[in-house]
């Protein structure tokens, strides 16, 4: 095992799934000559060369649009678009054809790509850089739609969006790439998509997140610890498919939900959240669920990213008032 950082991680499962597959590709801006905007493929052109880590032109639609050819001829493209804010351009191509092949087609075709793409704030980005646009392409049928939190998830389930036979949508937080460093393992394995992971057992109040926000989660319940409430952690890591029985199982044990992320509050993924909570767990929920979110404004600029993004003392004053009720 070696200790990585999440940027390391996505490096070695590209580098992975380079040398398993001679169908697997990378493609986008950048991720060629210089590694990347942040260093992710640095390295793989050297080794596997230009016709397999391909730097485009700047031209998100064309990116994806090529990818999915590609996708549908029987390669399996990792396509790069460089941040969330810079994906719109290429939503037509995703909705309008990545996500629908396998429906349009009857089954006759597939498009088994990945789509990273870096998002999130608390970077001192400028405007289009630090946006949370994932609800966007969770609703989207036809997607699956990943976000890690740790370098540990970051390579397996990246190595598993490779190998799955329709589009992922996998969202990288860029406030983590260099954040964490874990033990992770040498060469292919998989973290199964699909599954929530409980990353700390409570009995009083579930906190709910995913992505960057994951580190104020966490935080938010040791602070609660030192004042004697018992809360459990889940780590979504999956919004399609959306993991709900372990949510479920834990709000019914708990019976509290506080959920968390940094996009904006109205529509956020959040909200289907809550609504699955409700509708399984009504009996069992001694409070209101809350949400502790972005607000529903365009995200700031570096001096006020801090009023912007949960923080932990926003995610323990929601716990709280679940407790008082």
Known sequence: MRVLTMAKALNDALDVGLEKDSHVM???????????????????????????????????????????????????????????????????????????????????FTAPMVIRIPYGGGIGAAEHHSESAEAIYAHTPGLKV?????????????????????????????????????????GWYEVEIGRARVEREGADVTLISWGAMMLETRKAADRLADDGVSAEVIDVRSLVPFDAEAVTASVSKTGRAVIVHEAPRTAGFGAEIAATIAEHCLYSLEAPVLRVTGWDSVFPLKRSEHQYLPSVERIVAAARKTLEA
């Open 146 to 186: 990943v976000v890690p939190s740790t370098p540990y998830d970051a390579k397996g389930l990246l190595l598993a969006a490779i190998a799955d036979p329709d589009p992922v949508v996998f969202c990288e937080p860029i406030r983590l790439y260099r954040a964490v460093k874990e033990e992770v393992p040498e």
């Open 26 to 108: 990378i493609m986008g801006e950048d991720v060629g000559r210089t590694g990347g905007v942040f260093r992710i493929t640095d390295g793989l052109a050297e080794k596997y060369g230009e016709h397999r880590v391909v730097d485009t032109p700047v031209a998100e639609s064309g990116i994806i649009g090529v990818a999915f050819g590609l996708a549908v001829g029987g390669m399996r493209p990792v396509a790069e678009l460089q941040f969330m804010g810079f994906s719109y351009p290429a939503f037509d191509q995703i909705i309008s054809h990545v996500s629908r092949i396998r429906n349009r087609s009857q089954h006759r």
